[in-house]
Nanobody, 126 residues
């Protein structure tokens, strides 16, 4: 099990960029697939992006493809979500998630992840 802490959220204007960070502590000697999900007011939790334990494989949702990029630094136990060309519809609480895995596995469903952070708010205005 790992503990996750997100940071980097904030209030920005449409077209701006933000980089979210997720710091993992605890049993980080194990390998984990990592992902970002988001939840807007009144909506369910939505998959945003995932990355395999070795960092070689990534996947982003169609809603953010071409604008958001996920990457990780295993040496520092960090995962990042670079968000460019932000839109008001990107407004949500963004959560970091982790699941023990090996090789190139990653999941895109929230139920596939066991460990979660508390989230960081991203608000995009016109």
């Amino acid at each position: 099990q790992v503990q996750l802490a997100e940071s980097g959220g904030g209030l920005v204007q449409a077209g701006s960029s933000l980089r979210l960070s997720c710091a993992a502590t605890g049993h980080t000697e194990s390998t984990y697939s990592m992902a970002w999900f988001r939840q807007a007011p009144g909506k369910g939790r939505e998959f945003v992006a995932a990355i395999s334990p070795d960092g070689a494989t990534t996947h982003t949702s169609d809603a953010v493809k071409g604008r958001f990029t996920i990457n990780r630094d295993n040496a520092d136990n960090m995962v990042y979500l670079q968000m460019n060309s932000l839109k008001p519809e990107d407004t949500a609480v963004y959560y970091c998630a982790a699941e023990w895995a090996e090789g190139s596995w990653y999941g895109i469903a929230s139920g596939e992840y066991h460990d979660w952070g508390r989230g960081t708010q991203v608000t995009v205005s016109w």
